[in-house]
């Protein structure tokens, strides 16, 4: 297996992660994307199939994108002199695992490893937070994997999330 950036291939191998809206992004929108500079996509694969699938772009919490009482906890984080309006964060736009690898913890892994990369890659761009607009049936997958609420009531089809990446450091 291996994990290569969209722009590194001409063609997507066969995908199918049950969503509609997820496979369409991969083989219509991605490269559209990225040669837009809008979002990074990154593609597992082996020989005969996309396994797996996720998307990366720029975010930020701030104060106008969550709920005030959870505003205040956050910024507790931050010395008072260190208040910003807003702070750093690094979207996984979309991710996606094919169905035939559902349960084999290729979703957990591909979190784990986007945590990793953004905490190694700190020299080129700064970034304090993960985020994540989670499908409904998504948000006990990305809590498990350490994600926190952004706000107290979810939007129509996502709920906001967020992972502090300073955990990983301390």
Same mark, same amino acid.
């Given at each position: ?9 001409? =063609? ?7 969503? *509609? ?19 990074? @996509?990154?593609?597992?694969?082996? *020989? ?15 104060? @106008?994108?969550? *709920? ?8 507790? /984080? ?7 309006? !807003?702070?750093? /964060? ?7 695992? /094919? ?19 953004? =905490? ?6 700064? @970034?304090?937070?993960?985020?994540? *607009?989670?499908?409904? !049936? ?19 089809? @996502? ?12």
């Amino acid at each position: 297996m291996r994990l290569i950036k969209i722009e590194d291939t001409e =063609i997507i191998k066969p995908f199918n992660c049950g969503d *509609d809206d997820l496979n369409g992004f991969l083989l219509e929108d991605a490269r559209f994307y990225q040669e837009q500079l809008i979002a990074n @996509t990154f593609i597992w694969e082996d *020989d005969e199939e996309t396994i797996a699938f996720f998307s990366l772009l720029n975010d930020k919490i701030s104060q @106008t994108t969550m *709920d005030k009482n959870l505003w205040r906890k956050l910024r507790k /984080a931050f010395p008072h002199q260190k208040h910003l309006g !807003s702070y750093p /964060a690094v979207k996984i736009g979309r991710l996606g695992v /094919a169905a035939s690898h559902r349960g084999e913890g290729i979703g957990t892994d591909i979190v784990s490893a986007v945590k990793q990369m953004l =905490i190694n890659h700190q020299s080129v761009s700064a @970034t304090r937070f993960l985020t994540v *607009d989670a499908y409904h !049936s998504a948000v006990s997958f990305y809590e498990k994997n350490g994600f926190r609420p952004l706000v107290n009531e979810s939007c129509e089809d @996502t709920f906001p999330m967020y992972f502090d990446l300073i955990q990983l450091i301390k």
